[in-house]
Each structure stands twice: as C-alpha cells, then as structure tokens.
C-alpha cells in the first residue's frame, strides 16, 4: 500500500455494508417475495463492488415494487452514489427517510456533493478525473496519462480491465479526504493515509498538500490496483494480498512491476529477518493499522510485497490473474494460493521466508526517505493555497534546518559549517566543508548530497555534482529535489533527453514546482517532445501568472551556457498564493 488505503477492505466492511444493513432493515419497511431477492441481490453487488449489476438489479426492483417505495428509493441513492451522481443521491436517499447523521449515506452524500460541487471535469478514455478549479487542473494530463498506461498494464498481468469510466476526486487536505472517506483525521494521521479506493472511485490528496510534494502518481497507479483487484475477486481478496498485490503492481504504469520498494524499507525488513521479528499473516488481519507500530506496518507491508513477487515469479504464467480468478470463484486465500502454487501453505510460507533470506538487504538501516515522511496539511486555512509550489525558496536554497538528521556528528558539523560558507558565497570552502561531511555519512541524507552538489554546481564542477546527485537517488529514488538538481544540471548540459527523463520524475512528485515546469517548457521541444513542452508551459503560466512575452523570457533564460545561480530568482519562482 500506500498507508494510503490499507482500510479499504476493513472500512468497506466496517462501514459500507454495516451501513447498508442498519438502515435497510431498521429505517425501511421491507418487501418480500422477489422484491426481496431482488434487494439481496444488490447488496451483494454493490458489496462485491459490481455497481453495473447493482443498477440491473435495481431497474428489476423498481418494475416490481414501484420507483416510490422507500427501499426502491433507497437503493437508487446507493447506486447514483456510486455513479458519482451525488445530487441525486441525496435527493433519492432524503426521499427514502435515510437519516442526515455521521457515518450515513445521506451525510456521505451531502458531503461529497458539497465539496466536489465546483470541481472541473477532465476526461480520457477510460477515466473522469475531477478536481478543484485552479492549480489543481495541472495535475489531469499527468494522472490521466499514469492511468490509461496502468489500465492496460493490469488487463495484461490480472485480466481485467473496468469497462466503466472509473473517476478520480482531488481533494485539497487531511479534512477534505475525511469528509469524502469516512476516515476520521485521527486514523489519517496515525496511519499516514493519503489516498483510498472506495466507492467506486479513487480518492486522492493533491500534491501541493504535502511539504514536499509525495509520489503522487505512484499513488494513483497504486489506489487503481485495488480497485481492479476488488472488482477482479468480487471484493475477497484479504488485507495481505491487497496491499501486497498493489505495491507490486503500482509501478506499472512506467515500467514493470516490482520497482517500488525503497531502499530504506529494504533494509528495516532486513533487520527483521535477520532478528526473526517478522510479522504474521494473522498479525496483519484485520488491518496493518493495527499494528503495534509503524516500524511493524512497514515492516508488514514489504512482507507482503515479497509474497506477492514470490507468487508472480515462480507459480508459473499469469500465476496473479489466476490468483484472482480462484478467490473470484470463493476460495480462501490460503486455498487460492495453494492452487495457484500447486504447494500446501505451509510449504509456500517456507518457501516465502527462504525467498525473504535470499533477499540482499542494505547491510546498515537506512534513514527514510521522503517517500516515507509526508506531512499532510489539515485544512486549517482553507482558501489560501499554500501547497508545495508556494513556499519561495531564496536564490541559493540556504538552510541550517536540513541537517538536523545526520546522526553522525563530525559530519553534522561539517555540514553546517559549510551552509555557513556558501550562505557568505565562499564556495570553495564550502566544498570542502561538504566534501568531509560526504565522506562520512556517504549517500545516506538526501539533504547533505544535494547541498554538496549545488555548492559543486556553482562552482561548475558539474561531473562531480552529478555523480553525487545519481548515487544519491540509489538510496533515495525519485527524490525530488535529487531530480530538480539533475534537470538544472542536464539543462544547463542540453542533454536535453536525460534532462526530460529526470523532470518527469520530479513532476511525479510535485508538478506544482514552477522550475519544474519551466525547466521542462525548456527540454522537452529539444528531446522531440513537443506536446509535453506545451503542457508544460501552460502549467508555468498557471503557477507563475505571468504574460506570454515574460514566460518566453524565463524559459528561454534556461540552459545557458555560463553557470547559473541555483535556482531562479524569486520573483520568477515564486506563483500567485491565491
């Protein structure tokens, strides 16, 4: 998972069905004979999350019962939810006597009704996406594109594919996904959430309401997986193999599967096994939040990955697709996997610890990476915009904050000293001062490997820079500021491809980095991508607000020749806060 939706199937249960129950059998006068078949048969669909054959069941139900009886209007209001038709689900469910308190489908549909009310609507093939008016629209053409490509990846590697538009909501903070969610903002804090499949859609947090920016379309990709696999197993498939099979597979829609384990997850799992501190299956039921602590979650969660890699490259073809097929069919999933393997469980969970021992594991525990240290905004001063893209960075990113995690302390104080010489523009000095705090902490603090390789790129040593900057991303994938540096740098080259391939990772972070998109403005018509450089000069001109004759300017600047300051001045850098 992304701590992101490791509730999905605990809170669907928990509250989807249990919902539905309550209120069908204590607020709604019942109808029986094939009425009531009928309305068993909708639960059950809309349960196995087969909304398609929910609206079948319901247009039989209402030839037999009438579109006025409580229940019939009901189920009407259960299904326009899950179409995403949120005005008539209120209006269906408010008809039906459904009471407007906490945790009913009548607030669920309030709510959302309420906050995606003035969203705008983008649309692609297979998908809706929907998000707030403004910045947000610069997110569609990237999610959209994640999507289509990871839509295709799983009908190859699980066998289906939605034959639905499936949509995807924005929201703005932690209070926002809660209301849309049904999490409380206590459960998203303690477990980290930043994304849920549920009720029919893809609930996602934008970017630009995290610190740093978060690997929003790995998220994406991620929370898509288990829809399919929900809809794929008619909703049986059990916490472990959700999140396992959506870890595996949310790198699909760039490349193959298995590419998103962090090395820092690597290594706690690791010390685990080397200490014989592993987590259970049964310890992960009902819920890895449940978990006594998040070292134990993680831990759990790259148990879980292995598992699923263990089934997918040693069970033989489509060993996941058929998976899927035999819980769709109600076996266990101990007995799926068992049929799938052609092993007794027991041998297979051997198999899976010798498959974990064999693994090679970081040596040392590595600190977390960014990947592992969203901050999530609350959703206290709602209005003023201040996501990612608006914090201005001065000129030459100057700050004694970063190093506070480097353990060791000779390079602790070396760091520190040399923030103190580049912030007086004693470049060399710096160098230096950066060069003996790398020596000894190596690649391992994102923090000290970037302020090194600045302070190496003003001095235009840029080979040393880069080097420090690519053994960098090893420990540290996708980082974004590791893949900002590498853009200016490549830029600056005219290595105009391998510029394009680290933006792209940096706006799969945070696309609300104005550098991001001018840089890109830049490099894509010279790497022949010349529909990405449009995108990207419309998202520019959306966050910077600037006319068409200054964004020339700006962009043009980009990739002289002659070193550049750090970062662009923070008049260019810094969008409109509304």
């Given at each position: 998972?992304?701590?992101?939706?490791?509730?999905?199937?605990?809170?669907?249960?928990?509250?989807?069905?249990?919902?539905?129950?309550?209120q069908?059998?204590?607020?709604l006068?019942?109808?029986?004979?094939?009425?009531?078949?009928?309305?068993?048969?909708?639960?059950?669909?809309?349960?196995?999350?087969?909304?398609?054959?929910?609206?079948a069941?319901?247009?039989?139900?209402?030839?037999?019962?009438?579109?006025?009886?409580?229940?019939?209007?009901?189920?009407?209001?259960?299904?326009?939810?899950?179409?995403?038709?949120?005005?008539?689900?209120v209006?269906?469910?408010?008809?039906?006597?459904?009471?407007?308190?906490p945790?009913?489908?009548?607030?669920?549909?309030?709510?959302?009704?309420?906050l995606?009310?003035?969203?705008?609507?983008?649309?692609?093939?297979?998908?809706i996406?929907?998000?707030?008016?403004?910045?947000d629209a610069?997110?569609?053409?990237?999610?959209?594109?994640?999507?289509?490509?990871?839509?295709?990846?799983?009908?190859?590697?699980?066998?289906?594919?939605?034959?639905d538009?499936i949509?995807?909501?924005?929201?703005?903070?932690?209070?926002e996904?809660?209301?849309?969610?049904?999490l409380?903002?206590?459960a998203?804090?303690?477990?980290?959430?930043?994304?849920?499949?549920?009720?029919?859609?893809?609930?996602?947090?934008?970017p630009?309401?995290?610190?740093?920016?978060?690997?929003?379309?790995?998220?994406v990709?991620?929370?898509?997986?288990?829809l399919?696999?929900?809809?794929?197993?008619?909703?049986?498939?059990?916490?472990?193999?959700?999140e396992?099979?959506?870890?595996?597979?949310?790198?699909?829609w760039?490349?193959?599967?298995?590419?998103?384990?962090?090395?820092?997850?690597?290594?706690?799992?690791?010390?685990?096994?080397?200490?014989?501190?592993?987590v259970?299956?049964?310890?992960?039921?009902?819920?890895?939040a449940?978990?006594?602590?998040?070292?134990?979650?993680?831990?759990?969660?790259?148990?879980?990955?292995?598992?699923?890699k263990?089934?997918?490259?040693?069970?033989?073809?489509?060993?996941?697709?058929?998976?899927?097929?035999?819980?769709?069919?109600g076996?266990?999933?101990?007995?799926?996997?068992?049929?799938?393997t052609?092993?007794?469980?027991?041998?297979?969970?051997?198999?899976?610890?010798?498959?974990?021992?064999?693994?090679?594991?970081?040596?040392?525990?590595?600190?977390?990476?960014?990947?592992?240290?969203?901050?999530?905004?609350?959703?206290?001063?709602?209005?003023?915009?201040?996501?990612?893209?608006?914090?201005?960075?001065?000129?030459?990113?100057?700050s004694?904050?970063?190093?506070?995690?480097?353990?060791?302390?000779?390079?602790?104080?070396?760091?520190?000293?040399?923030?103190?010489?580049?912030?007086?523009?004693?470049?060399?000095?710096?160098?230096?001062?950066?060069?003996k705090?790398?020596?000894?902490?190596?690649?391992?603090?994102?923090?000290?490997?970037?302020?090194?390789?600045?302070?190496?790129?003003?001095?235009?040593?840029?080979?040393?820079?880069?080097?420090?900057?690519?053994?960098?991303?090893?420990?540290?994938?996708g980082?974004?500021?590791?893949t900002?540096?590498?853009?200016?740098?490549?830029?600056?080259?005219?290595?105009?491809?391998?510029?394009?391939?680290?933006?792209?990772?940096?706006?799969?972070?945070?696309?609300?980095?104005?550098?991001?998109?001018?840089?890109?403005?830049?490099?894509?018509?010279?790497?022949?991508?010349?529909?990405?450089?449009?995108?990207?000069?419309?998202?520019?001109a959306?966050?910077?607000?600037?006319?068409?004759?200054?964004?020339?300017?700006?962009i043009?600047?980009?990739?002289q020749?002659?070193p550049?300051?750090?970062?662009?001045?923070?008049?260019?850098r810094?969008?409109?806060?509304g």
């Amino acid at each position: 998972m992304r701590r992101a939706s490791l509730s999905t199937v605990v809170l669907l249960l928990a509250l989807g069905a249990a919902t539905a129950r309550a209120q069908t059998d204590d607020e709604l006068p019942a109808l029986a004979g094939e009425a009531k078949a009928r309305i068993q048969n909708l639960e059950q669909h809309l349960n196995d999350w087969d909304v398609e054959a929910a609206h079948a069941e319901w247009q039989a139900l209402a030839a037999l019962a009438g579109t006025d009886a409580k229940q019939v209007r009901y189920f009407a209001g259960r299904v326009a939810f899950e179409q995403g038709r949120y005005e008539d689900a209120v209006r269906e469910l408010t008809a039906a006597g459904v009471g407007d308190r906490p945790g009913s489908w009548l607030k669920l549909a309030k709510d959302s009704l309420a906050l995606t009310e003035g969203y705008e609507t983008h649309e692609s093939e297979h998908f809706i996406f929907r998000a707030p008016k403004g910045k947000d629209a610069l997110l569609a053409p990237w999610a959209l594109d994640a999507l289509e490509a990871v839509r295709t990846a799983l009908d190859e590697d699980l066998g289906y594919a939605p034959p639905d538009k499936i949509r995807v909501e924005i929201v703005s903070s932690a209070a926002e996904l809660s209301r849309l969610s049904t999490l409380s903002r206590e459960a998203i804090r303690t477990t980290g959430t930043i994304a849920i499949c549920k009720f029919n859609k893809l609930i996602v947090t934008s970017p630009k309401a995290v610190l740093t920016g978060y690997d929003w379309l790995d998220t994406v990709a991620h929370e898509y997986v288990h829809l399919v696999v929900s809809r794929k197993s008619r909703n049986t498939v059990p916490i472990w193999m959700h999140e396992g099979l959506a870890k595996y597979l949310e790198s699909r829609w760039k490349g193959g599967p298995g590419l998103a384990l962090t090395p820092s997850s690597l290594a706690l799992l690791g010390d685990r096994v080397r200490k014989g501190k592993l987590v259970t299956f049964e310890q992960m039921s009902p819920s890895m939040a449940l978990l006594p602590t998040a070292q134990d979650a993680a831990t759990a969660f790259a148990e879980v990955f292995f598992a699923i890699k263990l089934l997918d490259t040693t069970a033989g073809p489509h060993a996941l697709k058929r998976l899927l097929g035999e819980m769709a069919q109600g076996r266990s999933d101990k007995r799926a996997v068992e049929a799938v393997t052609g092993k007794r469980w027991g041998d297979f969970e051997k198999a899976w610890m010798a498959f974990l021992r064999q693994q090679p594991f970081p040596k040392e525990l590595i600190p977390t990476s960014w990947k592992e240290r969203k901050q999530l905004a609350d959703g206290k001063g709602k209005g003023k915009d201040k996501g990612t893209a608006e914090k201005e960075k001065p000129e030459r990113e100057i700050s004694f904050g970063d190093f506070g995690e480097i353990q060791q302390p000779d390079a602790r104080r070396a760091a520190h000293l040399g923030e103190l010489l580049r912030e007086r523009r004693r470049m060399t000095a710096a160098a230096e001062q950066y060069k003996k705090a790398y020596l000894i902490a190596k690649d391992s603090y994102e923090s000290l490997s970037n302020k090194y390789a600045l302070t190496l790129l003003e001095l235009g040593r840029d080979h040393e820079a880069q080097g420090v900057l690519e053994a960098s991303l090893v420990l540290h994938p996708g980082s974004h500021q590791t893949t900002v540096h590498l853009g200016r740098l490549f830029v600056r080259q005219r290595a105009w491809k391998q510029a394009v391939l680290r933006l792209k990772e940096a706006a799969a972070v945070n696309p609300f980095d104005p550098e991001v998109q001018l840089l890109l403005a830049r490099a894509a018509p010279e790497a022949q991508e010349p529909e990405l450089g449009t995108r990207a000069r419309a998202a520019a001109a959306l966050l910077l607000k600037r006319t068409p004759a200054e964004l020339d300017a700006l962009i043009s600047s980009l990739g002289q020749a002659a070193p550049t300051p750090a970062a662009p001045t923070p008049a260019a850098r810094a969008p409109d806060a509304g």
